[in-house]
């Protein structure tokens, strides 16, 4: 999982689904990977400047494998990016830096936002009703050259804020440097804003990233538990960096795969003398997410909820109404009952529930499914030419326009730029990112007049239903072979009664003449 949500992967994944619905993955900002796509980087930007000369950006490089702050920093222009030294050995991110978010006192801040993945297939999320507002430490400025340096204006990771002087540990969920999310939206909603819009558009924002990043989920999940063998039951709490713009769009920074769970902070009693102080603030949120994540994933749970399952069924028609669409926004529905003695939930489920207004995004999903049936070894997560000529040839994607010679150089050309990127050595062959790269173009070949969703969309279906046929005509002729055998067995069966019907009165003349030999010999 934590591969996964790395920086590099997790663009990846949001830039796939951009090519394919620009409009609803607009909360990522633009980013390049680096080393490999460094001179797009500079093209692309001076291609943007050109066309919009009032155009002056600020750029934010991440380290792929950094985290807390480590090795971040912002530049004005591509050629200050640091290529040599570590970035040869540490691939990074760069992404457009937000230079408008939203202030509160004066200062940037960001949401660390807990996710509950309780589930592959099916598809299960709960997002935490409240999370961590953690703030910079120094008013902020829009950034210029000569502050870019200052990282506790512009980087909102606790990790450094906390060793700034101005830094305030508080008990108040509403102060300090790090408060309650659910303080933000009362201060905001006090000042006139439609907080559950702002709900809205966030639980939005995570149902999107995950379905960006389940694909690739799901091939390696299948590679540790293949499908048709009892494995563990899999779930990982999520920590989502969130930040507000201005007008109160929801970015996403980054997503973590071991977003931290201390309830404490150090603080120094003397120099080198240091305590650890329980920190209100953190427990109140983080405290909640563990206990309902426990419950959520309790295997007797499992067992009354299956009861449950008949009672639940008479409130479907509400929450369908509930979920009609996105004008009445996505909130949490908190009508079900309670363990006794236990508080509500604070883990609210946002899918399935709202999967009807999202489901239409699950393209990639089903591109995977058809990688992952056509991996042929199980336990392995890359596809081999045999697979790849295997899957051309079952969906009939072959014809005088794209011969089979042409496949193998296609395979060949993708999966051989991919593995140059660094995608994982270990096994040799095509990633899912490049099988995924290799089905765009042939949708795009296809079908050239329709938007690339659509051709994507139309190439699935063309897919399934050539598969569909040829596993219908397997399950005929398994059962045809079956039929002949059982039809066999009975003749021969029939035979074997027949044979000996009809030898009867030979071995009766058998016996008798035995029966005159012995007494002739008896009598002479």
């Not at 830094?167 to 006139?192: E, Q, V």
Request: with cysteine; net charge positive; charged share 25%.
């Amino acid at each position: 999982m934590t591969e996964m949500v790395r920086k590099i992967t997790l663009s990846r994944a949001v830039r796939t689904m951009q090519d394919l619905f620009p409009v609803e993955y607009n909360f990522y900002p633009r980013s390049w990977i680096l080393p490999e796509e460094f001179p797009l980087f500079v093209d692309e930007v001076q291609m943007m400047k050109e066309s919009d000369p009032s155009w002056k950006p600020t750029f934010i490089v991440k380290p792929d494998g950094g985290c807390q702050g480590d090795g971040i920093y912002l530049v004005k222009d591509p050629s200050d990016v640091r290529l040599t030294g570590s970035l040869q050995n540490r691939p990074a991110v760069v992404q457009e830096y937000i230079c408008k978010p939203l202030l509160v006192d004066k200062l940037k801040f960001d949401i660390r936002l807990y996710v509950l993945l309780k589930s592959l297939e099916p598809l299960e999320i709960y997002v935490a009703k409240d999370g961590l507002s953690r703030f910079c430490t120094e008013p902020y400025q829009e950034p210029t050259v000569k502050n870019l340096h200052q990282v506790f204006m512009h980087l909102t990771n606790y990790s450094l804020n906390i060793h700034s002087g101005n830094f305030i540990h508080s008990d108040n969920a509403n102060t300090g440097s790090k408060r309650t999310f659910s303080s933000i939206l009362c201060r905001l909603s006090s000042r006139g804003a439609d907080v559950k819009k702002v709900w809205s558009d966030i639980i939005s924002l995570v149902i999107k990233t995950i379905i960006a990043l389940t694909p690739e989920l799901k091939v390696y999940y299948q590679s540790d538990i293949p499908a048709g063998k009892p494995g563990p039951t899999c779930f990982q709490i999520l920590g989502f960096d969130i930040l507000l713009m201005k007008n109160l769009k929801p970015m996403l920074l980054e997503v973590n795969a071991n977003p931290s769970m201390r309830i404490e902070h150090e603080q120094e009693l003397s120099p080198g003398v240091f305590e650890n102080v329980p920190s209100p603030v953190d427990e109140e949120v983080k405290v909640a997410v563990i206990r309902d994540t426990l419950r959520l994933v309790d295997p007797q749970k499992k067992r009354k909820d299956i009861q449950s399952q008949a009672s639940e069924h008479v409130s479907e028609t509400k929450d369908e109404l509930l979920d009609a669409g996105p004008a009445d926004g996505l909130e949490y529905d908190t009508s079900k009952t309670t363990e006794a003695g236990l508080p509500s939930l604070c883990l609210k489920q946002v899918f399935p529930k709202y999967a009807k207004q999202f489901n239409y995004l699950r393209l990639v999903d089903k591109v995977a499914a058809l990688f992952i049936r056509f991996l042929g070894v199980k336990g392995t997560t890359k596809l081999g030419p045999t697979g790849f000529r295997t899957f051309i040839r079952n969906c009939k994607l072959s014809n005088s326009n794209f011969s089979m010679a042409s496949v193998d150089i296609l395979y060949i050309d993708i999966t051989r730029r991919w593995n140059s990127m660094g995608i994982d050595h270990r096994e040799s062959g095509m990633c899912l990112q490049a099988f995924i790269e290799a089905f765009f173009y042939l949708a795009q070949k296809k079908y050239k007049s329709l938007p690339l969703h659509e051709q994507v969309a139309s190439l699935i279906d063309f897919c399934e239903y050539h598969l569909a046929a040829l596993d219908e005509k397997r399950l005929v002729c398994g059962r045809g072979i079956l039929e002949r055998r059982s039809a066999v067995a009975t003749s021969q069966a029939e035979g074997l009664q027949l044979t000996a019907a009809a030898h009867t009165p030979l071995l009766k003349h058998r016996a008798t003449a035995s029966k005159f030999a012995d007494y002739r010999n008896h009598r002479y």
